[in-house]
């Protein structure tokens, strides 16, 4: 319930913003800048949260910084989700050199912290939305290969990979359609967490100022904006940082109640 | 006469499977020689952690990797040495013509298919057998034949929904949906009770006088061997002990651990409140004992046992034995 109020809205907007902006985000009006929220005097209902200081509606700009934050979410879990859940799977189902290698390149990157990395790679790449996809496969994927390799160690030693074995299926029909499958929920709950950190990483690498930039529209990128005025328009960031607060509470408490779902230990009969 | 025409599918010569641990090398099956012809059935039965199920994982040269390795040895299935193919031809081998029964159908299953899809899967592996709907009407089909009720509808039931028996049934469904030469079964009561075992044996039997297949059954019950199978070879610590006909070796066992296990068997008419106990321990596989592996359980020991390792000596009434009793017999 409240992950879907959470995040149905920044999906809404992802997908279909454009129908619902009171303002074109990008329209500078210098004269109406930094005008207060609605509820604060000065205030107007044109604009609802008021303008930032080139006098842009940030009404209309949270939700076009929506459908970034969704974008890079969705690409970012999906690419390294996959990159991690092949690398994981090989690794636990063949074992030996190959499980060797790959794990220690895991080990070798878990030792760098996240941030650093990706300051790397976007400062490497160059700024933009591909270069932040990149940078969060590059950075989740380990995470992915850990769990799904334990995973896979463990189904490996159930019977009925066994029986596909005896019944004469081939290693990659085993892995596909025996393993996988008993991997989807494991997979899912990942997946979903990480939604949250993704959303993290875009917007700390935006706020630092080596991720999106102007004139993109982007909740970090409000931020990093706005932090200037924080005295005197403390609208500007506060409301880009809510949005992101209640993405990425949203999507984990999603992930909490999909992995409850999912463990039988958990569910009540 | 009737053993004559019979055609060899498996003869299996001296196979040995080590373990190579950092303890040091399990001898898990350590020379073991066997045949098994059409239409008949193998007991290899003997107590656990002997070699049974080592044994025929060889058979399928599916042993549990990295550690276990088939070190030496022959298995020639219908002519052919099964441990000169190659990785992919054994894979086609595999529930085509030789085919596997597990021991735990409770978790041999795939929780995540239902019942129609896992009985369809060796028919899916059939090479130019993709026209759906006769696959659907072949595990249909095949469901039938090991006698489970309206298998149409319990298609799309998952394994959860299946009882122990019934589930025991659909991996016996799976195991012969591809007509195969040789079929193993590895202790495939154990987890069933009493009542169902005995259905369960006796659908083996029926499906064994349908197709002529070979059966090697493995268990450590002896009941089991008596009920289902032709000829019976006894294992202890990695070899075989004693080999025969069921009867022979169930009326005149030539070893001393077949007796033991014979006396060990409940019986009707014994008085006796407690069950016959063979003394001590299975070996260590890791610190066999010298000479004979049994000698330190043996209640007939002689000089010799403690020294070497005795060879086969054929039994009076047909098999043998590796006992060096039968020696002394010989000689005199």
């Known amino acids: ?269 | 006469m009737d053993l004559m025409t019979k055609k060899r599918i498996l003869s299996v010569e001296d196979l040995k499977t080590y373990f190579f641990t950092r303890a040091g090398v399990i001898k898990a099956v350590d020379g073991v020689s066997f045949t098994v012809d059409e239409g008949e059935s193998l007991g290899i039965a003997g107590e656990s952690g002997c070699g049974k199920s080592i044994t025929c994982l060889s058979l399928v040269r599916l042993v549990p990797q990295p550690a276990g390795r088939i070190v030496s040895g022959k298995i020639l299935f219908e002519g052919q040495d099964i441990l000169t193919k190659k990785e992919e031809e054994m894979r086609q081998w595999r529930g085509k013509v030789i085919a596997m029964i597990l021991q735990d159908p409770l978790t041999s299953l795939n929780p995540c298919f239902t019942i129609g899809n896992q009985v369809s899967e060796p028919f899916k592996l059939e090479k130019g057998n993709d026209q759906r709907k006769n696959i659907k009407q072949q595990a249909i089909d095949v469901l039938r034949s090991v006698k489970i009720p309206i298998p149409e509808r319990r298609m799309n039931d998952y394994p959860f929904q299946f009882s122990g028996g019934m589930r025991q049934r659909v991996l016996a469904a799976i195991a012969i949906a591809r007509n195969p030469r040789l079929l193993i079964a590895d202790e495939p009561t154990t987890s069933l009770d009493v009542t169902i075992q005995d259905q369960f044996l006796r659908l083996l039997k029926d499906m064994q006088k349908q197709t002529n297949m070979g059966l090697v059954m493995i268990t450590h019950d002896m009941g089991i061997v008596a009920e289902t199978c032709d000829r019976v070879a006894i294992m202890y610590a990695g070899r075989i002990v004693e080999s025969g006909t069921v009867q022979r070796v169930f009326l005149n066992p030539a070893h001393p651990y077949t007796e033991a296990l014979m006396e060990a068997l409940p019986k009707m008419e014994s008085k006796s409140k407690t069950l016959f106990q063979i003394k001590g321990e299975p070996p260590n596989l890791l610190q066999l004992p010298a000479g004979c592996s049994f000698w330190p359980r043996c209640h007939k020991v002689i000089d010799i046992c403690r020294i070497e390792y005795p060879p086969l000596f054929p039994v009076t009434n047909g098999g043998e034995a590796s006992c060096w009793l039968l020696q002394k017999n010989k000689d005199k």
């Open chain 1, 1 to 269: 319930m409240i992950p879907t109020l959470c995040l149905l809205p920044v999906v809404v907007c992802g997908l279909f913003g454009p129908l619902f902006y009171p303002h074109d985000p990008t329209l500078m009006n210098l004269e109406g800048a930094l005008k207060p929220p609605v509820f604060l005097s000065g205030g107007n209902f044109s604009y609802l949260l008021g303008t930032d200081h080139m006098g842009r509606d940030l009404f209309s700009r949270l939700i076009e910084g929506a459908r970034i934050s969704l974008i890079i979410a969705v690409f970012g879990v999906f690419f390294s989700g996959f990159v991690g859940c092949l690398l994981g799977v090989l690794a636990g189902y063949f074992g030996k050199k190959l499980d060797e290698v790959i794990m220690r390149i895991v080990d070798a990157q878990m030792a760098i912290p996240a941030i650093l990395l990706s300051i790397l790679l976007a400062t490497v790449l160059g700024a933009g939305v591909t270069t932040i996809i990149i940078a969060i496969s590059v950075v989740f994927w380990t995470g992915y290969a850990r769990v799904i390799r334990g995973e896979t160690l463990s189904l490996k030693q159930r019977d009925f990979i066994t029986l596909a074995r005896v019944t004469g299926c081939s290693r990659a029909r085993i892995i596909m359609k025996h393993v996988l499958p008993n991997l989807v929920s494991t997979i899912t709950v990942l997946a979903t967490l990480q939604i949250g950190s993704a959303i993290l990483i875009e917007a700390s690498l935006t706020f630092l100022g080596v991720g999106l930039q102007p004139p993109a529209t982007a909740w970090g990128l409000m931020i990093s904006e706005g932090r200037a005025y924080l005295a005197t328009a403390w609208w500007i960031p506060t409301f880009a940082g809510l949005a992101i607060l209640v993405t990425v509470l949203g999507a984990n408490l999603l992930g909490d109640w999909l992995r409850d779902k999912f463990d039988p230990k958990l569910r009540q009969l």
